[in-house]
DNA sequence: CGATCAGTTGAGAATGGTCAAATTCGGTGG
DNA sequence: CCACCGAATTTGACCATTCTCAACTGATCG
């Protein structure tokens, strides 16, 4: 598919921190994830943060941001960026061009909708300790898909407080929880490495399923 | 557009309790719902329900279940429903004859999104009774948009059972939640209707803002 | 070599869950 | 019309999970 070329003629880089599509504003781009990781959230008035969703290399950011007016979150990098910038004209305009860029857009938009209906399951009937777990082997089964990682463990440079706000946790909590974990001899997080200790174990004590995660990409009709 | 009218003529009724889309089957359909509530879910291994949102009249429902090969979630019928079925070829044939239908689509999946997202942040950072009172709020202004109720109030056919599974709380919790809103003189849930008691203190004490919900259609480039 | 940010731990409090037992409500059959 | 049934709601008592506050340790970086 020719058209996807297009997307990758931008290349932007950003600085960890840096808030690379900002809520409430308007004309955001959207951008392919090359290099780094990135997290999407939403701020409450009273300061809170709840991260929606964390980004690797490969992932497609900020759809949201360009389809509506302003947009309806915000998006921040954790480590240094490298991305392409993809502007709405070369969705809208690829559209017309190629019908079929049309189901591959909207394909990625549904796994994306998909990975966020499983964090609410995770948020509203799991455990603290169940949904620590389920949060580390989505990131370890996706950065595998991209030859980040694999069964024994990946490198991850959140912090504690990252997965607070991911996981609906006080900072605290998540010290607590990722102690038991660790001496459960499930998994550990220390010093920006997670290490699946007992990978099987692991993901019986999370009910991890990756369904959701490996559709088979779009049908092409 | 015409295009649309192909959307409307399988017509579908259901009854209440009826599972119009099963998880994990495939060759599921989509459906616009003309009348009556539903609402889709994800069951756990353990058989704790986790609702990701509720279906009302005028929404289209399951486009996910025929994007991806099998069903990543389930619907069930709240009350009787009459709907019109949506198949998968409607949708990407519709795609080849007319670019803008594939704008339409993804506008939809992508407000979809949105809402999915507002309930992320609803259980992740906000309050038993701040949850139920966000929740009740999205719902009179969802209705609002199709003529269902006004800033009185409206006709709500759930269960606090349905509540308790939407908010990630207990059911004994929910039922106690109400009463407090109520003894706050802030809303009330009684024999099938809400009753927003005092609107605006309630949208402030929920830090509701219906953003999520009023974006304005889609661009249509 | 401070300063700052991330991580760690303890004590006590608060939110929400579980279990068990009423009570109410909307049908339904007689 | 009335008795009865099952589902939904309500309440109390007690318990568990998670939070808050506070202090302390360790790592990193100019």
């Given at each position: 598919m020719e058209t996807l070329a297009r997307f990758h003629r931008r290349r932007r880089t950003f600085l960890s921190g840096h808030e690379m599509i900002n809520h409430g504003e308007r004309n955001q781009s959207a951008f392919i994830l090359a290099k780094g990781w990135a997290f999407s959230f939403k701020v409450l008035p009273t300061g809170e943060r709840q991260i929606v969703d964390f980004q690797i290399p490969g992932d497609f950011l900020g759809l949201r941001s360009i389809l509506f007016r302003t947009a309806d979150h915000s998006v921040e990098a954790v480590t240094d960026i490298e991305a392409s910038e993809v502007l709405a004209s070369d969705i809208f305009e690829g559209f017309a061009r190629a019908p079929r860029l049309a189901t591959a857009?909207?394909?990625?938009?549904?796994?994306?909708?998909?990975?966020?209906?499983?964090?609410?399951?995770?948020?509203?009937?799991?455990?603290?300790?169940?949904?620590?777990?389920?949060?580390?082997?989505?990131?370890?089964?996706?950065?595998?898909?991209?030859?980040?990682?694999?069964?024994?463990?990946?490198?991850?440079?959140?912090?504690?407080?990252?997965?607070?706000?991911?996981?609906?946790?006080?900072?605290?909590?998540?010290?607590?929880?990722?102690?038991?974990?660790?001496?459960?001899?499930?998994?550990?997080?220390?010093?920006?490495?997670v290490v699946f200790d007992d990978f099987e174990r692991l993901k019986v004590f999370a009910a991890f399923d990756t369904e959701y995660l490996d559709q088979e990409g779009p049908l092409l009709h």
């Open positions: 857009v909207l394909w990625a938009a549904s796994r994306d909708e998909a990975m966020v209906v499983e964090h609410l399951v995770n948020l509203g009937r799991r455990s603290a300790e169940e949904r620590m777990a389920h949060l580390l082997l989505e990131l370890g089964a996706r950065l595998k898909l991209v030859g980040g990682g694999d069964r024994t463990g990946f490198d991850c440079p959140l912090t504690q407080y990252h997965l607070a706000d991911a996981l609906g946790l006080s900072a605290v909590h998540v010290n607590r929880v990722l102690r038991q974990l660790r001496e459960d001899g499930l998994v550990t997080f220390r010093q920006r490495r």
